[in-house]
């Protein structure tokens, strides 16, 4: 058995003469969730579709679960399971047809797909809605059946596109949830979000922009590699005045307004604390509070774009 569920290395994908998939290289080792972040058209979807051996690298290679994309795709789809960015629903079928159907498709013994449904309804959280129309359920239950089609031959790999986009709040995290305990009874899944919370959670992530794998790594790590200086909040008084002091100090990567407060970066040994307390006083501002804060994915985000 392949110890490493996904390596993909150098993968490119062209269009014409428009470059999709820029040379990303990574790898994913089995049990390991994984989230692929980035803004719409950074390539994701591409990613997995070359994954799926749905679409031929124009250059590159990448193996799933030790075979190889280019040439073993029709071995590799049994045991992935994909849930496409449009995935399709029968809006005609209920709930139970709908996974009993696509159980079928991927090879499930016949005597054994009732129970499987049972059991798949259950995980998703649809036990008791097995009778609604697919067409019939609103956001949320859609992806939560769409997730369960996508594990019903139970695959080795989850790559899910987007899974969670459109859905509110307390689903999303019952989703990850859902996606959680998948992984810990030894699934592989890769997911793409452009949700930073979300990324927030995963083992390690990819951050994607314009084709190219910026930067690959848990959160924690990709913190300290890329977020350079100081995180600071602060309230001050009169608040927009603070603010436009803040934006034009040389020292300030970046200074914002959040809520009632702002959040300030600032350079690596700019000073801080002094430093903003000696600004915000030349602009006449009152301090009320300066704490540190916490570096989040979005100045990850931030500083490679940069
Ligand atoms: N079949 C295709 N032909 C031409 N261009 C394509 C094709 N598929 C994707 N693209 C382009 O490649 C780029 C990457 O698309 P992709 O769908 O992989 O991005 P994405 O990260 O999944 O975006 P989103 O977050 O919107 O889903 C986009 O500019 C898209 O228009
Ligand atoms: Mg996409």
Redesign the pocket.
């Known amino acids: 058995m392949a110890e490493m569920a996904i390596v993909a290395d150098g993968l490119v994908k062209r ?2 003469d ?1 470059t ?2 820029d040379d990303v290289s990574f790898s994913v080792a089995r049990g390991e969730v994984v989230g692929y972040l ?10 997995m ?1 070359l994954l799926m051996g749905l679409l031929r690298p124009t250059a590159g290679s990448a193996t799933v679960l030790g075979l190889d994309v280019a040439c073993d795709a029709e071995r590799i789809r049994p045991r992935v399971g994909y849930m496409s ?1 449009k995935f399709a629903l029968y809006e005609d079928l209920t709930v139970r047809e709908n996974l009993a159907f696509y159980g079928g498709l991927y090879g499930l013994p016949l005597a054994e797909l009732p129970g499987r449904v049972v059991t798949l309804a259950e995980r998703v959280g649809l036990a008791g809605r097995e009778d609604l129309l697919a067409g019939e359920l609103s956001g949320g239950w859609r992806q939560r059946l769409a997730l369960g089609i996508a594990m019903v031959h139970r695959p080795e790999l989850l790559l899910l ?2 899974p969670t986009s459109g859905v509110d709040p307390a689903a999303r995290r019952a989703f990850w949830n859902l996606i959680y305990e998948v992984a810990e009874e030894g699934a592989t899944v890769l997911v ?1 979000t ?1 949700y930073m919370d979300e990324a927030e959670h995963c083992g390690r992530l990819g951050i ?1 922009r314009s ?1 190219r794998l910026l930067a690959w790594g848990a959160p924690a790590e990709l913190k300290r590699q890329t977020v350079q200086g100081e995180i600071w909040e602060l309230t001050a008084d009169p608040l927009l005045t603070a603010l436009a002091a803040l934006q034009a100090t040389p020292e300030v990567i970046e200074a914002d307004l959040q809520g009632d407060r702002l959040r300030v970066q600032t350079k690596g040994g700019a000073g801080g604390e002094a430093l903003l307390r000696t600004v915000l006083d030349a602009a006449g501002c009152t301090v009320t509070s300066l704490t540190p804060g916490e570096v989040t994915l979005e100045d990850v985000f931030l500083a490679l774009a940069r």
């Open positions: 269009f014409g428009f999709a998939v980035g803004a719409n058209g950074s390539g994701k979807t591409t990613t579709r960015q596109d987007e793409s452009h994607m084709g």
